[in-house]
């Protein structure tokens, strides 16, 4: 017997055995189905709402834009003719220009309002609680009694700012029915209601500031100014360009403040997009017409509804 006898037989590792696929086995999809029945049901029920409820009222809309509708006679397809009497409606850009006015003094008002409050209340060590139930108080008031409240505070005879002007020997105001005070007393009851939720989110975006980089700038003795403006603004840029972007999709809705406390006027200084597409559609009756207003504020929100959307997942 040689060395090469006694020499061990290769062994076979799991790499040299030839792969083998493994069939599929049968009703394995079927199974599948019959487990997750449930779960398929419960999409199919989410997505059937959405498609009602959200996507087909879009499409509607959109196809109405096209079209002559009345709902006293049936519909009839008129192109761009829709569009075409948008623009020679010398109110359509009347609509836009207070639109775009409204959007301007909000952000003037409406953005900076909030913010200041919640780097006061943050820097609070008593009562904090207290005060940031009090600023949301006003979110949670139905906006129909926002609007008859602050009605009474402009009322130019006995309201309430008119007689505080009084106790300083100023003269009354014409709040709501001045065409240069009308659009910024819209602004203003417009931010007393809506920035109680952006309050709250500057304060959990403060709460989330490393305290080391206040004590740091503390250390090299900053001023509050400075701390505000080196430290708190540069950690709070993706929140406030979010916000930005949302107050301005939201002012450009704008429509119960000119449509309870003006109306529109004076002399159609408040008339806004909706207001005037409200007048289009259960006004004059002109369906297709509300729906063409509709499709361009549908476009312009969309396009800064995109520019959120981008922000959101560069952040992410």
Known sequence: MTA??????PVLTTSDTPAKTVPA?????????????????F???????????????????????????TFAEPARWV????????????????????????????????????????????????????LR???????????????????????????????????FHLPAQQWLESENLAMVSLVLVSTWANMGTTTLIYLAALGGIPGELYEAAELDGASVRRRLWHVTLPQMRFILMITLLLQVIGTMQ?????FVLTGGGPDDATVTVLLLLYRYAF????????????????????LFSVVYLRLTRTKG
């Open 4 to 9: 090469q006898d006694l020499s061990p037989a």
């Open 283 to 302: 006004v004059y009756n002109d369906f297709g017409l509300a729906s063409a207003m509709s499709t361009l504020l549908f476009v312009v929100l969309g």
């Open 43 to 69: 999409l199919l029920a989410g997505i059937v709402c959405f498609a009602a409820f959200s996507w087909y009222p879009i499409v509607r809309g959109v196809l109405l834009g096209f079209q002559q509708v």
């Open 133 to 167: 139930m009090t600023v949301y108080l006003p979110v949670m008031l139905p906006p129909i009694v926002t609007m008859l409240l602050w009605r009474w505070f402009y009322d130019p005879g006995p309201g309430l700012f008119n007689n505080a002007l009084e106790v």
């Open 254 to 258: 704008v429509f119960v403040e000119p």
């Open 79 to 130: 192109g761009l003719d829709n569009f075409r009497r948008l623009f020679d409606d010398p109110l359509f850009l009347t609509a836009w220009r207070n639109t775009g006015y409204f959007t301007l003094l909000a952000l003037v008002f409406g953005f900076a309002a909030p913010f200041l409050t919640a780097v006061v209340l943050n820097e609070l060590r008593h009562g904090r609680a207290y």
């Open 25 to 41: 086995a049968p009703g394995r999809l079927a199974r599948r189905l019959r487990e997750n029945l449930v779960a398929y049901l």
